[in-house]
């Protein structure tokens, strides 16, 4: 199993620009978070999903939308990018009450 | 409104010696109460859970809710558990989604 996969690891977008981080997962769970990680913080939650099309806003959803058509995949998409959306963003599924993490994605908006 | 606080951004101490990493919790409910990790180079990853009342790594963490605290410890700290630690509190009834701490840096030196 390769757990949770997130693409890509880094990225540089400018300002206005918009772009979709993508967030994969084989272990066949329902529930799935985005969260972002600002230097010197702890994780944020941005959106969550409980089930293939069933997605609600998390603590900072402002900025940012998801979509969960599949149970294997929950992409995060950025419109208009703004350079408070500089941070990294974990993507994370869930099996009873553990949460399996991913690498995260390291996004700098210039 | 819910809160988990870590008060040290770093702790460093000596192979050998006592670790004590602090965790404090705001929350009305009933919380369930995790610790996870990060290690250099890896994925955050689940090291307990309160309501398993098991020892990781020869680590334990106990509940106290008198006192709201969640303090992770380990008699005799190793190298190896030099990391990122996150204190995160589940609200009950919710959809598990997590409240993490800031996180604190345990740095183990030989």
Request: glycine share 8%.
């Amino acid at each position: 199993n390769a757990g949770v996969t997130q693409t890509p690891k880094f990225r540089i977008l400018k300002i206005g620009q918009s772009m979709t981080l993508q967030c994969t997962q084989d272990m066949n769970h329902n529930y799935m978070y985005w969260y972002r990680q600002d230097p010197g913080m702890g994780l944020k939650l941005i959106y969550y999903s409980v089930g293939a099309g069933i997605t609600d806003k998390g603590e900072v959803p402002n900025g940012y939308n998801v979509s969960r058509s599949t149970t294997e995949d929950f992409p995060l998409r950025l419109e208009l990018a703004a350079p408070s959306q500089t941070s990294v963003y974990f993507c994370a599924s869930q099996n009873f009450d553990t949460q399996y993490f991913g690498p995260g994605t390291r996004l700098t908006v210039l | 409104a819910q809160r988990v606080t870590q008060p040290e951004k770093l702790l460093s101490v000596f192979k050998g010696a006592p670790v004590e990493l602090k965790c404090n919790y705001s929350y009305s409910g009933s919380p369930e109460l995790f610790w996870y990790v990060q290690y250099s180079r890896q994925r955050l990853q689940l090291l307990l859970r309160h309501i398993s009342r098991e020892s990781i790594k020869g680590f334990t963490a106990d509940l106290n809710k008198g006192e709201t605290s969640f303090h992770l410890k380990k008699p005799f700290a190793q190298e190896e558990d030099s990391a990122m630690y996150y204190c995160a509190l589940t609200l009950s009834g919710g959809y598990n989604k997590l409240i993490f701490g800031a996180g604190t840096r345990l740095a183990v030196h030989p």
